[in-house]
């Protein structure tokens, strides 16, 4: 085996291993109440709430640092698990088994990733510097409101956010991001608040629908469909760690982006599978559909910021430049992994074949990240040579 295709399988073991991340529920739920969150669409979310909340960042916050720290700052998880802030807890043993689950995950990497990953994790447990911070500003944030806008929400869960608001971790809003935290008491107070942060959190709160759009592929264990947002999430994973393989330089700040916001116009259009036939009638329509949701959605945020977003997910569509070609590329290759692992999901309900798969997910895989689709291919190949006729 080359150096390269040792590297790529240490990659694909780690980014394999973070799927489990989908299965750690959280005590808090999705907006609509259906259902908890789990933590990898919770990163996911975060780390739009970072974006969408970079204006009030201090100026000396790298977001794209915070976004990073916020995809990955949950993953030990996987084997620590989630604990409620409301629990009868014992933290320092939980963050003792952090500390473990992070040594074991992160070393699943090719050594220099695994040792620049691990230290941003640690920066981020610190909470010494000032993009750790800010990233653990965002993190206290989110349930917060996910809370308190959500309609059916049991009382206890609010008072969880009164006591974490009055006296618990979140309590350092009141200086650190005082925005939020008076909208938040606002809330809590049964008013409306108008304030700058009606707009930001009118986008948030819409995107948390992408938690209910359920796509053809399952989670790697085959135990259910995943959801556009945990995907959003693992393929940002995915970019991020395998972006030395991209087909030329990519700015991974815009990338990370693209991949973040592609998927949200799902929430009205809803997901296509990508070995679904369909007429170009069809075709045209879900464009139509696309671009429709884009100018609704993108349209609750302050107009600039709205226009912005617009144009990272134009520019996605596109694919055009190099970051999106690569994104793209990203995109197609994450169902494929997930396949393989479930014993051929979607594969085997849309009959796909090795030359289907070629013709629709291999090319755009090659012209973003050819090494990465010549690694992916020899690995599928024998599943399809054993389980299909074509």
Known sequence: MTDQSTRLASQFRFLLEADKLRRVERQNLILDGSRCENSAEHSWHLAVYALVLAPFAP?????????????????????????????????????????????????????????????????????????????????????IFQTLYNEDVPAAHIEVVRGNLFGGRAAALQDAFPEVFHHAVACLEGLQPQDALT?????????????????????????????????????????WVLAQHSHAPVDMARVLQMLMLH?????????????????????????????????????LLPAAQGEVFHRIWTEF???ESPEAIYAKAIDRVQPVLLNLMSGGGSWRAYNVTLEQLEARVGHKVARGAPVVWDHVRAAVAPWFAENTSA
């Open 59 to 143: 100026a000396d916050v790298s977001v794209e640092r915070v976004v990073q720290m916020l995809l990955l700052h949950d993953l030990v998880e996987i084997d620590a698990g989630d604990h409620p802030i409301d629990g009868d807890v014992d933290w320092e043993a939980v963050a003792s088994a952090e500390a473990v689950a992070a040594t074991r995950l992160f070393s699943l990497l090719p050594a220099d990733q695994s040792a620049f990953l691990h230290g941003l994790w640690r920066e981020f447990e610190a909470s010494q510097t000032p993009d750790a911070q800010w990233a653990k500003r965002i993190d206290h944030c989110q349930p």
């Open 199 to 239: 707009a930001p959190l009118s986008f948030l709160n819409e995107v948390d629908g992408l938690k209910t759009v359920l796509r053809a592929t399952t989670l790697a264990d085959g135990s259910r469909r995943e959801n556009s947002a945990e995907h959003s999430w693992h393929i940002m994973l995915y970019a």
């Open 263 to 299: 998927d949200i116009v799902e929430i009205d259009a809803g997901d296509v599978p990508i070995h679904a036939t369909l007429s170009e009638a069809e075709q045209a329509a879900i464009a139509a559909n696309e671009q429709a949701a884009a100018e609704r959605i993108f349209g």
């Open 317 to 319: 569509e596109a694919a």
